[in-house]
């Protein structure tokens, strides 16, 4: 029996057709994209405008959600992240600070059940 996992990755708005394309050439065609906002450890953002300064705490991000067997998990996983390092995605490399913003996390989760709705089919 397969086990099914789930992958939840906050990623970059930015980030995301990269992401697709990547899964996509590889065979992973199905997946759910929500806007999400949120604040990790950089805890928001400080942005200046006029002669003012003000946070933002909650920054705009994307989540990916995709469920696979457990067999190709790290594969995925591996496809996401390379799609995310991307040079053009750093916007200063040069300079890579503790503080700057995150450019994403994914989290692994244990799927017990799957159930199309058009058919009622089950996966365990």
Not at 35 to 53: F, N
Not at 63 to 84: G, K, T
Request: net charge negative; glycine share 6%; charged share 25%.
């Amino acid at each position: 029996m397969t086990t099914l996992k789930k992958i939840e990755a906050i990623v970059l708005e930015e980030q995301v057709d990269a992401i697709k394309q990547s899964l996509e050439a590889a065979g992973y065609v199905g997946m759910t994209v929500f806007p999400v906002k949120g604040r990790g450890s950089e805890g928001g953002i400080d942005l200046r405008w006029r002669a003012t300064t003000y946070t933002v705490d909650f920054l705009p991000k994307v989540l990916v959600m995709i469920v696979v067997n457990e067999d190709v998990l790290n594969h995925v996983i591996s496809l996401i992240v390379r799609s995310c390092q991307a040079p053009e995605f750093d916007p200063d490399p040069d300079h890579r600070s503790e503080h700057a913003q995150s450019w994403g996390k994914i989290f692994v989760s244990p799927v017990e059940q799957a159930i199309s709705i058009r058919t009622a089919l089950q996966r365990r």
